[in-house]
T-cell receptor, first 111, second 117 residues
Framework: GEDVEQSLFLSVREGDSSVINCTYT??????LYWYKQEPGAGLQLLTY?????DMKQDQRLTVLLNKKDKHLSLRIADTQTGDSAIYFC???????????FGAGTRLTVKP | DADVTQTPRNRITKTGKRIMLECSQT?????MYWYRQDPGLGLRLIYY???????NKGEISDGYSVSRQAQAKFSLSLESAIPNQTALYFC????????????????FGEGSRLTVL
């Protein structure tokens, strides 16, 4: 398909792990990103992965990339109520202006 | 103070009115963008500018125009607003020097919520 696809909602309990999935469109995409949008705010870059990597870990965040299936995931360990936000997957071909965003996954963390 | 500032933050207007949304940045970035966010649709690119003399249409430019008055300022205009332009609008910036060797990260303003009645 032509769209970057994400499920729209995810609900987890505090302390559990959250996994947000994304399917992207362009096998030549060079960078893949996860942005976080908190209520009433703009998007902020959470993490990114270069297409020659399979995994990237940054504290509680783990990004997994499956290039064959064009699948990207974001795992948040020990999810906290402050992680409640909308998470956007995005892809970008090297030095190209065309940054494509998914629709965003709204993560709700219940106490 | 925010690095990317949008004004107004909220605006309610009527069909047919002309509206301007303004964006200014203190990041020293050369590239600026206007996106629109609709529930369930993510962000869609309206216009982008790689420098003061460069303006490009994005995915959904119809009904919109832009002006890059200076490197730090990029405004979005709706010449005759219609209800389906009701949305949350974001300005963003990026640094081409980073894009060339790095992530191409976008820096967003806090958004301008526009309601067209």
């Amino acid at each position: 398909g032509e769209d970057v696809e994400q499920s729209l909602f995810l609900s987890v309990r505090e302390g559990d792990s959250s996994v947000i999935n994304c399917t992207y469109t362009d096998s030549s995409s060079t960078y893949l990103y996860w942005y976080k949008q908190e209520p009433g705010a703009g998007l902020q870059l959470l993490t990114y992965i270069f297409s020659n990597m399979d995994m990237k870990q940054d504290q509680r965040l783990t990004v997994l990339l499956n290039k064959k299936d064009k699948h990207l995931s974001l795992r948040i360990a020990d999810t906290q109520t402050g992680d409640s936000a909308i998470y956007f997957c995005a892809e970008n071909v090297y030095n190209n202006n065309d940054m494509r965003f998914g629709a965003g996954t709204r993560l709700t963390v219940k106490p | 103070d925010a690095d990317v500032t949008q004004t107004p933050r909220n605006r309610i207007t009527k069909t047919g009115k002309r509206i301007m949304l303004e964006c200014s940045q203190t990041k020293g970035h050369d590239r600026m963008y206007w996106y629109r966010q609709d529930p369930g649709l993510g962000l869609r690119l309206i216009y982008y500018s790689f420098d003061v003399k460069d303006i490009n249409k994005g995915e959904i430019s119809d009904g919109y125009s832009v002006s890059r008055q200076a490197q730090a300022k990029f405004s979005l205009s709706l010449e005759s607003a219609i209800p389906n332009q009701t949305a949350l609008y974001f300005c963003a910036t990026s640094d081409s020097r980073v894009s060339g060797r790095g992530t191409g990260e976008l820096f967003f303003g806090e958004g301008s919520r526009l309601t067209v009645l």
